[in-house]
């Protein structure tokens, strides 16, 4: 049968809670457009979520995952500048290139952006398109030679969290708190100590997370489930409070503290969102005048904070392995994702060998 289509294999989301790993056919490179064969495919949160709830941007049956490494495959018509098996990872957010933030290559905040893994297939599967408008946009990020793939699948989380900090400013010196110890927490915490921050704190009210925070040797480990979170922070401040909060989980009540935990001129972070049917806080808001407290949002990230993510993953300053708790193979992707669900470990990969 000469022109029998080639197959591979793929989780396809079929609605919330229903994945199935099957074969399918293997999509075609056309002009413009390059192929990898996934190699690592890390699971994250908001997977866990699109699974168990399904999302607007996600029309099933559709392959998901944007935590993407992978090797060119195939390279289409009018493609220059990739080779074959040259190891890569892809940015996820991929703009309409013509707005006011795509001129800026703020393709996160583009009004039309469309996501790798939401809106266009991602890397839950043997092979995966780079779309040509995602090509066009230099999407692509080549990978140092001998990085491991697991470990270039922490590109993504940590190009998130790049984000979030660079609206912190965190300075030699400064006291870091972080409220939520889940991967993406661990993260921030790492990113802090990497910038020299004075005294780093993690928050949670899971014991579980907590014992697994120590593996980054915070200087102070708070568990939140008395409700002394804010106390004990200006306890460990003589009663300033920290230069820098970062929400990381999607919790009102974690949003309200880190405005009272807060120092004069404190910069707060809220990096996760909060149920879209109640996301209403309040606070203080004269807190946040005399002290002269910032409030930064952030979502997602964009090419430069990939590079730099890269960057600091392959020349060691972040260790990426430590965050890796969990591989599965594809055929096993629920069980990683109610792993990362119930909060077990840190970040789960799916890895194709
Ligand atoms: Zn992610
Ligand atoms: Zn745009």
């Known amino acids: 049968m000469p022109d029998a289509k080639e197959m591979m294999k793929a989780a396809v989301f079929m609605g919330p809670e229903k994945m199935e790993v099957k074969e399918v056919p293997k999509p075609e490179c056309r002009p413009g457009e390059v192929l990898l064969a996934v190699k690592a495919c890390a699971i994250c949160g908001t997977d866990g979520r699109i699974y168990y709830f399904g999302q607007k941007n996600v029309v099933p049956p559709h392959i998901i995952g944007h935590e993407i490494v992978g090797e060119i495959a195939e390279i289409g018509g009018d493609v220059e500048g990739y080779e074959l098996g040259e190891p890569v990872t892809v940015v996820t957010s991929i703009g309409c290139g013509l707005c006011k933030y795509c001129e800026r290559g703020l393709t996160n905040m583009c009004p039309d952006s ?34 491991p793939y697991a470990d270039a699948a922490m590109v993504e989380p940590l190009s998130c969290c790049i984000n979030g900090q660079e609206y912190l ?6 006291t870091v708190v972080v409220i939520g110890a889940g991967p993406i927490g661990c993260m921030h915490l790492m990113l802090a100590q990497a910038d020299e921050a004075g005294k780093t704190i993690i928050i949670d009210m899971d014991e579980k997370r907590l014992k697994m925070a120590e593996r980054f040797e915070p200087d102070l480990i708070v568990d939140g489930r008395d409700g002394s979170s804010v106390e004990r922070v200006l306890q460990a401040t003589a009663g ?35 149920p879209k049917d109640k996301p209403t806080i309040t606070f203080d808001s004269n807190l946040v005048h005399y002290r002269e407290i910032s409030v930064f949002g952030t979502f997602a990230s964009h090419r430069r904070q990939f590079v730099k993510a890269l960057d600091l993953i392959s020349t060691g300053k972040i260790n990426a392995s430590k965050l890796i708790t969990h591989r599965f193979p594809l055929e096993k992707i629920v069980e990683g994702i109610v792993t990362t669900k119930k909060g077990e470990g840190l970040k789960s990969v799916v890895t194709f060998e």
């Open 169 to 174: 400013n965190v300075m030699p010196g400064d």
């Open 114 to 147: 469309k996501a790798v893994g939401y809106y266009y297939p991602g890397g839950f599967a043997e092979y995966m398109i780079v779309p040509a408008e995602a090509v066009r946009q230099d999407a692509i990020v080549k990978l140092p030679e001998g990085m």
């Open 240 to 274: 300033l409070g920290a230069e820098v909060v970062i929400v990381a989980c999607g919790s009102h009540q974690a949003q309200m503290d880190a405005i009272r935990m807060a120092a004069k001129m404190g910069r707060v972070s809220y990096f996760a969102g909060l």
